[in-house]
C-alpha cells in the first residue's frame, strides 16, 4: 500500500500532492454538490387538486382561502370540501385538539375562528394604527413612524418595539422566502386574523370528514366566512401574509427570533407553492375579488 503523500506547508507542490491524496474528502464534496445540483435542476412539486371538484369558480375559489391550514394538516386536495385525505388516526387526533366531538362543536369551533379569532387586543390595536398610518401616508410606514404613532395613541413604548420588530422579521423571512415579486412594498401585516380564517375554512371541510355536516351545508358555511373576511384584506399575498404572521405570533407568544419563525413560520412554503402559476398554484389563477 502506498503511503499518504506527506504535508509540508512550506511547499506548495507538497500541498497540491496531499490535497489530491485526499479522495475521500472530494467524494464528499462531490456528493454534496451532487445533491445541490438535482435540487436545483429538479422543479418545484405541482399542486394537485382533486378531479372531482372544481379549480376555477366560485367554490373553488371560497374554498382556496383555506389552502394553507388545508395543507398545513395535510386533509387532502386544497379543493376537497370532504377532506378526504384524513384517515382514522388523524380524525381521532383532530377531535382531540379541536374538542369537535359533536357537531355543535363542530358549529361552535367555526363561530369562535370567525368572531374571536384568537385574537389579543393590545396586538390589534398596534396594527390599526399601522394600517390608519398607512392610509394618511399612502405606504407602509416605517418603523420609527409606527412606533411613534402608538406610544401618541397612548401605547407603551417597550412592549410596542418588541411587537413592531417581530411582525418586521416576519414580513423580511416571508419575502425572502416566497419572493419580492409577491410580498410587494405595498404588502404588509395589517391584521392577523388570517391564521384563523383559514383554520376556520379547513375545520369546515374537516367536520364533513368527521360527519358533522354534508357538502352542500360547507359550502355554505365556507361562502359566509369569505364574505365576512375578504374585505379586510387587499390580495392573496396579503391573507398569506397575515395567516402567517398570525400563526408564528400565536405559538411564539409574540416571541419571534429565527427558532420560531423556522418552527411555526414554515407555511411559507406552501404560501410560494399557491401564489406560483408553474406549480398549478390557486392563488396564481384564482382573483381575490369573487
Same mark, same amino acid.
Do not use: M
Given at each position: 500500500m502506498t503511503p499518504a503523500a506527506r504535508l509540508d506547508l512550506n511547499n506548495v507542490f507538497s500541498l497540491l500532492e496531499w490535497l489530491v491524496g485526499q479522495w475521500w474528502v472530494w467524494t464528499i464534496v462531490g456528493a454534496i454538490v451532487l445533491i445541490f445540483l438535482v435540487i436545483w435542476i429538479i422543479p418545484a412539486a405541482k399542486v394537485k387538486p382533486s378531479e372531482a371538484f372544481s379549480t376555477d369558480?366560485?367554490?373553488?375559489?371560497?374554498?382556496?382561502?383555506?389552502?394553507?391550514?388545508?395543507?398545513?394538516?395535510?386533509?387532502?386536495?386544497?379543493?376537497?370540501?370532504?377532506?378526504?385525505?384524513?384517515?382514522?388516526?388523524?380524525?381521532?387526533?383532530?377531535?382531540?385538539?379541536?374538542?369537535?366531538?359533536?357537531?355543535?362543536?363542530?358549529?361552535?369551533?367555526?363561530?369562535?375562528?370567525?368572531?374571536?379569532?384568537?385574537?389579543?387586543? !393590545?396586538?390589534?390595536?398596534?396594527?390599526?394604527?399601522?394600517?390608519?398610518?398607512?392610509?394618511?401616508?399612502?405606504?407602509?410606514?416605517?418603523?420609527?413612524?409606527?412606533?411613534?404613532?402608538?406610544?401618541?395613541?397612548?401605547?407603551?413604548?417597550?412592549?410596542?418595539?418588541?411587537?413592531?420588530?417581530?411582525?418586521?422579521?416576519?414580513?423580511?423571512? !416571508?419575502?425572502?422566502h416566497v419572493g419580492k415579486d409577491v410580498i410587494t412594498p405595498d404588502v404588509f401585516v395589517r391584521t392577523l386574523d388570517g391564521y384563523a380564517i383559514g383554520q376556520a375554512v379547513a375545520m369546515t371541510t374537516w367536520g364533513v370528514a368527521l360527519g358533522h355536516g354534508d357538502v352542500a351545508e360547507a359550502r355554505q358555511i365556507i361562502h359566509r366566512i369569505n364574505v365576512d373576511a375578504r374585505p379586510a384584506f387587499t390580495s392573496w399575498a396579503d391573507f398569506g401574509l397575515s395567516y402567517i404572521a398570525g400563526r408564528v405570533m400565536h405559538w411564539s407568544d409574540g416571541a419571534v427570533d429565527e427558532k420560531s419563525f423556522e418552527k411555526y413560520g414554515d407555511g411559507w412554503s406552501d404560501f410560494a407553492a399557491a401564489t406560483t402559476q408553474k406549480r398549478n398554484g390557486p392563488w396564481a389563477t384564482l382573483s381575490w375579488r369573487l
Open positions: 369558480d366560485v367554490e373553488a375559489n371560497e374554498i382556496a382561502l383555506g389552502f394553507l391550514q388545508i395543507r398545513n394538516l395535510p386533509s387532502g386536495p386544497w379543493n376537497d370540501p370532504t377532506a378526504s385525505g384524513l384517515g382514522d388516526r388523524e380524525k381521532s387526533v383532530l377531535v382531540d385538539q379541536w374538542g369537535v366531538h359533536s357537531r355543535q362543536d363542530w358549529l361552535d369551533n367555526i363561530e369562535r375562528l370567525t368572531t374571536v379569532r384568537r385574537r389579543r387586543e !393590545v396586538w390589534t390595536l398596534y396594527l390599526a394604527v399601522r394600517s390608519e398610518l398607512a392610509t394618511s401616508l399612502g405606504r407602509a410606514p416605517k418603523s420609527k413612524e409606527w412606533l411613534a404613532a402608538i406610544v401618541a395613541e397612548g401605547g407603551d413604548k417597550r412592549d410596542a418595539r418588541t411587537f413592531v420588530t417581530a411582525i418586521e422579521y416576519i414580513e423580511r423571512e !416571508v419575502r425572502k
